[in-house]
């Protein structure tokens, strides 16, 4: 097998993307996740998706160790 060595490319530079354009989709994503995270910790099983209470069980421990107040 021969190896086949890349040339670099003169002028090539990675793309910057504003501040401007980046921080209203960083907010929107960073309030997504934190409205995930409320209903996760929230969720007591009786009320969730799928019957049970599969997903309580999952996040209990960690609703401890973060301080969630759960009961």
Do not use: K
């Amino acid at each position: 097998m021969s190896q086949h060595a890349v040339a670099p490319v003169a002028g090539a530079a990675l793309p910057t993307i504003p501040l401007r354009e980046l921080a209203p989709w960083a907010l929107f994503f960073g309030l997504l996740g934190l409205l995930v995270i409320f209903f996760i910790s929230a969720d007591q099983g009786a009320v969730s998706i799928p019957s049970g209470t599969l997903i309580h069980e999952w996040v209990h421990d960690g609703r401890h160790l973060l301080g969630y107040p759960c009961h």
